[in-house]
């Protein structure tokens, strides 16, 4: 057999296998049984939320949520599609149209058919926008505009207590600059002194130190263009939303070690 006759064979295979998985993806929101996909899931699976809680790095954690989710689903599934190495999901609000209420989830998948990266939209524009720009890759950027960058970094840490850890960090020099809610006990403040930033929000669970879920909260002049820079190069930013009591703009991304960098549009930040 020819290089070139092998490679068609090993493309369909590889295809024959993305399909393979896409079915089973079908028969699972359909029968509300997340079982079947176990097998389809890579060890370290990924699944990709768009705030800064929660996100799934293993298979088995990926299977959980996904048990917890179809347990209360409402929605049934209205497409699939497979588009290169990523598959398209598409979910209504059970009984309802498209564009009433829908929900979209994009699977990376690998080469065997295993599932990588699940990342959740909500706007098929933006899935659209995502697969056009990742298919041309690099090449979709504009040459002689400067890359976007980030521009700033602010540490974002749960705490047990919020006014302990104020008058801690009042002690250091640190001003509450913006908190929420405005009324009572702040949730969430805002912190600086001189040119230091921090953030802090009251923990929903016991803080234990060495599973702290902290993230780090950085700042970007062009958030859309860093976006699209990432999609371009292959990695799986969040969708942008609205970020309040915060940043009016900001988006979700992980690093290679698991940890949540939360990206905020600096000129609507608050």
Do not use: K
Not at 183 to 201: I, K, N, R, V
């Amino acid at each position: 057999m020819n290089a070139g006759r092998r490679a068609m064979t090993d493309n369909a295979a590889i295809r024959d296998a993305r399909m393979a998985t896409l079915e089973v993806v079908r028969v699972v929101v359909r029968t509300r049984d997340p079982a079947p996909l176990g097998p389809m899931l890579a060890a370290d699976a990924r699944w990709y939320g768009t705030g800064p809680g929660g996100g799934c790095r293993t298979r088995e954690e990926v299977l959980e949520t996904l048990r917890r989710a179809l347990d209360g689903m409402r929605f049934e599934l209205y497409d699939t599609r497979l588009e290169g190495d990523q598959a398209v999901v598409h979910l209504v609000l059970s009984g309802g149209e498209p564009d009433e209420f829908e929900a979209f989830f994009v699977l990376t998948l690998d080469e065997q058919g295993l599932i990588a990266e699940l990342l959740e939209y909500t706007s098929a524009a933006n899935v659209e926008h995502d697969l056009a720009i990742r298919a041309a890759g690099p090449d979709a950027l504009a040459d002689d505009a400067p890359a976007p960058a980030v521009s700033a970094l602010v540490p974002f840490v749960h705490v047990a207590d919020m006014e302990r850890s104020l008058a801690f960090y009042r002690q250091l020099g640190f001003t509450p600059r913006n908190t929420h809610p405005l009324g009572g006990e702040p949730l969430w403040a805002f912190l600086q002194s001189e040119e230091a930033s921090l953030m802090l929000a009251c923990s929903d669970a016991p803080i234990v130190h060495p599973e702290q879920a902290n993230f780090l909260y950085l700042y970007a002049h062009d958030l859309s263009g860093l976006r699209d820079r990432l999609v371009a190069h292959g990695l799986a930013p969040g969708e942008i939303y609205c970020g309040a009591p915060g940043p009016r703009e900001e988006m979700r991304v992980t690093d290679p070690d698991g940890y949540v960098l939360m990206i905020a549009q600096i000129d609507a930040a608050t």
